[in-house]
T-cell receptor, first 116, second 112 residues
């Protein structure tokens, strides 16, 4: 049973560029959430996707956008990259219909993005 | 506002017991969760308190008191592999969606 997978593992971009990060949820999960984790901080909620729609959004600008596909996989897009976007980007999957509900979120290994 | 406060660092000895506290200034959340994250790794779910009281899962226990706006994670029989960061987190019901709000984390250092 594959867990949550993310690609790429590491990425280096320059200011102003655009980036796309990818996530495949754990088998049986239909909800994908994205988080940004700066060094030494807790994960910050970006947004959540369910049934191919954005259900909830954290305090992030419109430069951050996403998409969910029919197979429940998801992408996170960040436009006009800033130095401050350098962080670990985590994808988490869950399913409201399963035991543990939304409190038990399964995280992927993350994509470490460095903006120069 | 919605904020969770944790000590930034706690040090304990192998084999001992340690308690990591989480206080919050928020309301209307479903319950309190705890996650563990090793350096360079992904957060992994440890425990969840939907109601006030103690939840026990092996060497780990978690407690919640909504009246005191306080919770804690208790780790017993500490092992070197328990060295990691520990985060408390809450989920707010809004439009039926379920993003988690995390504290800044507590770095647990285990000494032999």
């Amino acid at each position: 049973d594959a867990g949550v997978t993310q690609s790429p593992t590491h990425l280096i971009k320059t200011r102003g560029q655009q980036v796309t990060l990818r996530c495949s949820p754990k088998s049986g999960h239909d909800t994908v959430s994205w988080y940004q984790q700066a060094l030494g901080q807790g994960p910050q909620f970006i947004f959540q996707y369910y049934e191919e729609e954005e259900r909830q959004r954290g305090n992030f600008p419109d430069r951050f956008s996403g998409h969910q596909f029919p197979n429940y996989s998801s992408e996170l897009n960040v436009n006009a990259l800033l130095l401050g976007d350098s962080a670990l980007y985590l994808c988490a999957s869950s399913s409201p219909g399963l035991a543990g509900g939304q409190e038990t979120q399964y995280f992927g290994p993350g994509t470490r993005l460095l903006v120069l | 506002g919605q904020s969770l406060e944790q000590p930034s660092e706690v040090t304990a000895v192998e084999g001992a017991i340690v308690q990591i506290n989480c206080t919050y200034q928020t309301s209307g959340f479903y319950g309190l969760s705890w996650y563990q994250q090793h350096d360079g790794g992904a957060p992994t779910f440890l425990s969840y308190n939907a109601l006030d009281g103690l939840e026990e899962t092996g060497r780990f226990s978690s407690f919640l008191s909504r009246s005191d706006s306080y919770g804690y994670l208790l780790l017993q029989e500490l092992q070197m592999k328990d060295s990691a960061s520990y985060f408390c987190a809450v989920r707010f019901p809004r439009r039926g969606a379920d993003g988690l709000t995390f504290g800044k984390g507590t770095h647990l250092i285990i000494q032999p």
